[in-house]
Each structure stands twice: as structure tokens, then as C-alpha cells.
């Protein structure tokens, strides 16, 4: 909600629903070569990329692939665009016997966007137009394939790293040394390029994470150590504006035609980074420079300003023991989040073993750890890409849940909005419990709440639920509740009680002892919560929920069962409504 929203240009309106394809106004058309044009067909989908027409898309060999094609052309199961991976003469990279290929998947998680063969390896994009820039410019090194080519497209040389962590590798010795090197793809795609100049370039948020500023400085001594890079006269990192659209790709969606104007000024504003500059500096550097806006991040009370206090706090302890670190961090720190130096030290310290907690891990555990169960992932919804009509969005919910339950009147449009009220609910003062009751069993609650957990985000299903594990679920993630056989559980469960009925208010807060000094600590309790039973609710509860009464279905009144395995249209509606 934060970030700034302009109307899209009519050049790439035009683009919705798959009709009239526009001819890129920007940059180089695509080449229409063999080399780059060898796509599957995409048969009539269009692709719904910001900032990257079609046709480039298309010219670049992307394509939408269901399981049985992708895992026949490159090794993996998935659904989603194919992004394969040439060298820069245009011949596809080959692993193992198989063309190399990442896919965007149509249902990414925070946790997976892309996914692509095991043991593959890392790779570096090369957009089609690559070949067609002249030796001795500016080469932009941008995290993801989609941003280089909406890059390329624009006219600049890009080359589109897995990940910002990507053009670098690091070496272990015998000796247990560490040491980097560039990686070998890039190497040689640098002495193709002879750049004068390279970019690092980053989203707006690389401001709070620490991996990038540690990425820059590692690539600063690799391109100017070697003696086979002398053609680099300056290495520049640059980055959004912290307030504005998240990526490159976005930027050129939203601009249209005044992208390279509002791209040269964020170009012209990079910081050159000095020799033997450290992750700290680089770090504290672009924080600086945009320490306004950072700010006004972490003060937000809402579930963002959480997520972004904790990402600044990790990205300080990731840099804690660097050489004169702390003396970099802790005035910078204590000034951004108001408080005093001395305890940005064990803030720091906390988001850190947040973190750990919360990260899975390939490692197997240790003897000592006796921690049973799986670690709790909720992953969060990308917005759906283009602009959506709200009206008829809620009338595609309301209409998902029509098909698969049999509801009183009006009951469809109460879910409905229920469901988009989860999207925003920091927004409102309230948010008011749904409760989904019946008078006996097999009525439909328990599919009325797999439909909901489709369409909402961070859904968590539980059917046993206590006080200490609630108020710990929506401190550390803001999910949406849908809490299964309450009549089991709830009516003998005060304390569980009284934090569903104080979770309804923007504020609440459980206080508990943490901690081995005991210290006390508050956590949130303010999230939307369904509830679903035989027989009402606890007077209280039932008095803060909207309540819908289910009753079991008369023959041929529900349209189609429910299967929680092919959800296509609820989660492209659950992307829509995040929108």
C-alpha cells in the first residue's frame, strides 16, 4: 500500500486481455533471427510481464509450459513461462543432454518463484539484444531475467543474474581459506562487452538487505584486481528509490515512453564505490542516502513496518562483526528506529535468531535438537500484474463459493468480501470474525474454509489451536485464521477466548515473559480469524463475527466439488484481490 501507483501507460493497456500486441516504442525491435525466435508457441496466452512486450518475450524464447511439456524440454515438472538460457551466438545453453531453462511459476510463494532442474547450476541471462551493443558502454548486471530484458528492450546492454548473489562464487581451499571469483559465464561474457563501465543494480528494497551491499563489494575487487578487466574504468551500484515501484521491470511498465529520462536520473544518483570499500560501508552509505524514507518504513504499526524493522535489524547482524561495524551501525540504527545505542546491539541480536528460527535448513540437525514437527511457511501473494476491475473480482469470488457450497442468500457476497477484507485488513480498525456454523455435521464448513484458505493470504488451517501458539503465529507472520471444529476446543478454552475476541481490535496485544531475563515483551493479536462448528459461538465471539449458517445440500445444488489440488482460478482470483 505503501508504494506509489500510477496509471499504466496506454502503450501497455493495451495489452490486457491478450488482444492487439503492441510494438515495443522503446529501444531496438527484437531480432526476428532463429536463433532467438525458436520458442514453443504460446498458444494465444499472453505473458502479463511489466515492462516487457510479447513480442520481445517471444523473440527471447519464453513460453508457457504446462508439467508433461516442461518436464519433457527441460527436465523439470512445473507450470508456468519458461526462460530459457542462451549463450550470447544464440545457441541454447545445454546441462546434462537437456536445454537449460528457470520457470516462473504461475503460484510462486515468498519462499519459490522460479524453479529449474536439480543440479543445474547458475547461469547468466543474456537477453537477445546483447549482442547488438558496442564495446566500451555501460553493462547493468540487474538481479532476474525478466528486468534484463525489459532492460534490453529499452536499449541497454543487461545481463540478468539468478538471484543478485549470482555473478560471484565463493571458494573454499584445502585450508579451509575463503576466497570469490567472478563467475566463468560472466567473465567471458565481460571480455565479449569490454565494458567501460558496470552497474550493479538493485530493487528499491536492497536498501534493508545486507546481501546486496555485501555482493557489491565483492564484485568491486574482482572487476578491478585482474588485469583482464582494464577496459573497467568505474563500478557504480544502483538502486530504486526506496518510496517508488519495487523493480526495473515495474518502472518501465509504469513510465511507458519517459522511462529512459526517469532511468538515466536514478543512474546519474549511483554511488561509485571506492576501493577496499567494505559490505558496512556500502551498506550505511545507501542507507544514508535515503534515510528519510526508511523512517517512515519501520514507524509503520502495521504488519510492514514489522517485516521491514526485522529485515534492517538481520541485514545489521549479518554485518555485526565486520571490522568497526558496530561503530557505523549503532548511531545510524538507533537514529532510523528511535532508540538509544545501546540497544540496537540486542534488537539486532533478536532479529537474528528470529531469522534462524523462521529459515529452513539443508543441513541435518543435531544430536541435541530434539525440535519435532515441520517449520511454519506462510507464504505471501504477488499481486496480480495488471490493473483488475474490483466489482467483477468479487463477483468471481462470490461465485467460487456458490459453486462448491450451499449457502443462504447473501452468504456468497458476505464470503466474498470477507475474503478481500483479509487482503487489507491492517486498514480498518476492525476486523470481524467469520463464523460458519451448522446445526449438525456435513454442511460444508470445513470446504467453506479450504475455498477461503484459497483465496486468502497467509492461510493457516488448523483444527487445534492454544493461546501461546496463536498470539507467536500472528506476531511473526499476520495470517488469516481458519480455525476448524472450535466446538471441540473453544468452549474450554478461556484464555484462547479472550484473544479471538481482543484479536478483533487494531492494537491488541498479548504480553508475556520472553526470554531467559524474562524480559516482557508484547505480541500482536490483530488478524482475521473464520471460525468453524457445530452450534454457536461463545457469547462474546459470536458478537464480533459475522455469522453464516450452513445446512447440508438439497440434490444437484452445488455446481462442482471442490478439489483443493486444482485451484487455478482461486489463486489467480487471490492474486487479483491482493492487487
Same mark, same amino acid.
Given at each position: 500500500?505503501?508504494?506509489?501507483?500510477?496509471?499504466?501507460? *496506454?502503450?501497455?493497456?493495451?495489452?490486457?486481455?491478450?488482444?492487439?500486441?503492441?510494438?515495443?516504442?522503446?529501444?531496438?525491435?527484437?531480432?526476428?533471427?532463429?536463433?532467438?525466435?525458436?520458442?514453443? =508457441?504460446?498458444?494465444?496466452?499472453?505473458?502479463?510481464?511489466?515492462?516487457?512486450?510479447?513480442?520481445?518475450?517471444?523473440?527471447?524464447?519464453?513460453?508457457?509450459?504446462?508439467?508433461?511439456?516442461?518436464?519433457?524440454?527441460?527436465?523439470?515438472?512445473?507450470?508456468?513461462?519458461?526462460?530459457?538460457?542462451?549463450?550470447?551466438?544464440?545457441?541454447?545453453?545445454?546441462?546434462?543432454?537437456?536445454?537449460?531453462? #528457470?520457470?516462473?511459476?504461475?503460484?510462486?510463494?515468498?519462499?519459490?518463484?522460479?524453479?529449474? #532442474?536439480?543440479?543445474?547450476?547458475?547461469?547468466?541471462?543474456?537477453?537477445?539484444?546483447?549482442?547488438?551493443?558496442?564495446k566500451g558502454s555501460r553493462l547493468i548486471l540487474v538481479e532476474g531475467e525478466f528486468k534484463s530484458l525489459a532492460l534490453g528492450e529499452a536499449g541497454y546492454t543487461a545481463l540478468g543474474l539468478c538471484g543478485f548473489t549470482g555473478?560471484?562464487?565463493?571458494?573454499?581451499?584445502?585450508?579451509?581459506?575463503?576466497?570469490?571469483?567472478?563467475?566463468?559465464?560472466?567473465?567471458?561474457?565481460? !571480455?565479449?562487452?569490454?565494458?567501460?563501465?558496470?552497474?550493479?543494480?538493485?530493487?528499491?528494497?536492497?536498501?534493508?538487505?545486507?546481501?546486496?551491499?555485501?555482493?557489491?563489494?565483492?564484485?568491486?575487487?574482482?572487476?578491478?584486481?585482474?588485469?583482464?578487466?582494464?577496459?573497467?574504468?568505474?563500478?557504480?551500484?544502483?538502486?530504486?528509490?526506496?518510496?517508488?515501484?519495487?523493480?526495473?521491470?515495474?518502472?518501465?511498465?509504469?513510465e511507458g515512453d519517459a522511462f529512459t529520462d526517469c532511468f538515466e536520473a536514478i543512474l546519474s544518483n549511483g554511488y561509485e564505490v571506492p576501493a577496499k570499500a567494505s559490505s558496512t560501508e556500502i551498506f550505511v552509505t545507501l542507507?544514508?542516502?535515503?534515510?528519510?524514507?526508511?523512517?517512515?518504513?519501520?514507524?509503520?504499526?502495521?504488519?510492514?513496518?514489522?517485516? /521491514? *524493522?526485522?529485515?534492517?535489524?538481520?541485514?545489521?547482524?549479518?554485518?555485526?562483526?565486520?571490522?568497526?561495524?558496530?561503530?557505523?551501525?549503532?548511531?545510524?540504527?538507533?537514529?532510523?528506529?528511535?532508540?538509544?545505542?545501546?540497544?540496537? &546491539?540486542?534488537? =539486532?541480536?533478536?532479529?537474528?535468531?528470529?531469522?534462524?528460527?523462521?529459515?529452513?535448513?539443508?543441513?541435518?540437525? !543435531?544430536?541435541?535438537?530434539?525440535?519435532?514437527?515441520?517449520?511454519? /511457511?506462510l507464504p505471501n501473494i504477488e499481486p496480480w500484474p495488471e490493473t483488475v476491475n474490483g466489482a467483477q473480482v468479487l463477483n468471481e469470488v462470490s461465485s467460487r463459493f456458490f459453486r462448491h457450497i450451499a449457502l443462504p442468500p447473501?452468504?456468497?457476497?458476505?464470503?466474498?468480501?470477507?475474503?478481500?477484507?483479509?487482503? $487489507?485488513?491492517?486498514?480498518?480498525?476492525?476486523?470481524?470474525?467469520? %463464523?460458519?456454523?451448522?446445526?449438525?455435521?456435513? $454442511?460444508?464448513?470445513?470446504?467453506?474454509? /479450504?475455498?477461503?484458505?484459497?483465496?486468502?493470504?497467509?492461510?493457516?488451517?488448523?483444527?487445534?489451536?492454544?493461546?501461546?501458539?496463536?498470539? #507467536?503465529?500472528?506476531?511473526?507472520?499476520?495470517?488469516?485464521?481458519?480455525?476448524?471444529?472450535?466446538?471441540?476446543?473453544?468452549?474450554?478454552?478461556?484464555?484462547?477466548?479472550?484473544?479471538?475476541?481482543?484479536?478483533?481490535?487494531?492494537?491488541?496485544?498479548?504480553?508475556? $515473559?520472553?526470554?531467559?531475563? %524474562?524480559?516482557?515483551?508484547?505480541?500482536?493479536?490483530?488478524?482475521?480469524?473464520?471460525?468453524?462448528?457445530?452450534?454457536?459461538?461463545?457469547?462474546?465471539?459470536? /458478537?464480533?463475527?459475522?455469522?453464516?449458517?450452513?445446512?447440508?445440500?438439497?440434490?444437484?445444488?452445488?455446481?462442482?466439488?471442490?478439489?483443493?489440488?486444482?485451484?487455478?482460478?482461486?489463486?489467480?482470483? $487471490?492474486?487479483?484481490? &491482493?492487487?
Open positions: 500500500m505503501r508504494r506509489r501507483s500510477k496509471k499504466p501507460s *496506454r502503450r501497455l493497456e493495451q495489452r490486457e486481455g491478450g488482444s492487439n500486441p503492441v510494438t515495443p516504442t522503446i529501444g531496438p525491435p527484437p531480432s526476428a533471427s532463429k536463433s532467438v525466435s525458436t520458442a514453443p =508457441a504460446t498458444g494465444g496466452k499472453v505473458f502479463r510481464r511489466p515492462g516487457v512486450s510479447d513480442e520481445f518475450l517471444t523473440a527471447a524464447g519464453c513460453a508457457h509450459v504446462g508439467e508433461n511439456e516442461c518436464l519433457k524440454s527441460f527436465g523439470v515438472r512445473a507450470e508456468g513461462i519458461a526462460i530459457p538460457f542462451r549463450h550470447a551466438n544464440g545457441s541454447p545453453i545445454m546441462v546434462n543432454g537437456l536445454p537449460f531453462a #528457470r520457470v516462473r511459476l504461475y503460484s510462486p510463494t515468498d519462499s519459490q518463484k522460479y524453479t529449474q #532442474r536439480k543440479e543445474t547450476g547458475i547461469h547468466i541471462y543474456i537477453p537477445p539484444t546483447f549482442v547488438q551493443s558496442s555473478a560471484a562464487r565463493t571458494l573454499t581451499g584445502a585450508d579451509g581459506e575463503r576466497s570469490h571469483a567472478l563467475h566463468d559465464e560472466l567473465v567471458e561474457l565481460l !571480455k565479449m562487452h569490454q565494458p567501460a563501465q558496470v552497474v550493479f543494480l538493485g530493487d528499491s528494497d536492497v536498501v534493508l538487505n545486507a546481501q546486496f551491499a555485501v555482493e557489491a563489494a565483492k564484485l568491486r575487487p574482482l572487476l578491478f584486481a585482474s588485469k583482464q578487466f582494464q577496459f573497467v574504468q568505474k563500478f557504480t551500484v544502483a538502486k530504486l528509490p526506496l518510496d517508488g515501484l519495487k523493480g526495473i521491470d515495474d518502472l518501465r511498465f509504469e542507507l544514508k542516502r535515503e534515510i528519510e524514507a526508511v523512517k517512515r518504513l519501520v514507524s509503520d504499526q502495521g504488519h510492514e513496518g514489522f517485516r /521491514d *524493522r526485522t529485515r534492517l535489524l538481520q541485514s545489521a547482524a549479518q554485518l555485526w562483526n565486520e571490522s568497526s561495524a558496530p561503530l557505523y551501525l549503532k548511531p545510524l540504527l538507533a537514529d532510523v528506529l528511535g532508540v538509544s545505542k545501546t540497544e540496537v &546491539a540486542g534488537l =539486532a541480536k533478536d532479529a537474528a535468531n528470529k531469522k534462524q528460527e523462521r529459515e529452513p535448513s539443508d543441513a541435518k540437525p !543435531k544430536a541435541s535438537d530434539n525440535a519435532q514437527g515441520s517449520a511454519v /511457511d447473501g452468504a456468497t457476497d458476505a464470503l466474498a468480501l470477507w475474503t478481500a477484507h483479509t487482503h $487489507c485488513f491492517e486498514a480498518f480498525l476492525h476486523t470481524p470474525r467469520l %463464523n460458519l456454523y451448522s446445526p449438525e455435521k456435513g $454442511c460444508g464448513k470445513t470446504t467453506a474454509l /479450504d475455498v477461503l484458505a484459497s483465496m486468502t493470504p497467509r492461510p493457516l488451517r488448523t483444527e487445534s489451536m492454544t493461546s501461546a501458539v496463536l498470539f #507467536r503465529l500472528v506476531e511473526a507472520w499476520k495470517p488469516t485464521l481458519l480455525l476448524d471444529e472450535v466446538d471441540a476446543y473453544l468452549n474450554d478454552a478461556e484464555e484462547l477466548r479472550g484473544l479471538l475476541n481482543a484479536g478483533h481490535k487494531r492494537g491488541a496485544k498479548a504480553y508475556r $515473559c520472553d526470554g531467559d531475563s %524474562n524480559t516482557v515483551r508484547g505480541f500482536a493479536a490483530f488478524a482475521p480469524a473464520a471460525l468453524a462448528g457445530i452450534g454457536a459461538l461463545p457469547g462474546t465471539l459470536h /458478537d464480533r463475527s459475522i455469522v453464516i449458517k450452513l445446512v447440508r445440500a438439497k440434490p444437484g445444488e452445488i455446481t462442482a466439488r471442490f478439489d483443493s489440488r486444482l485451484t487455478e482460478k482461486e489463486t489467480e482470483l $487471490c492474486a487479483k484481490l &491482493a492487487r
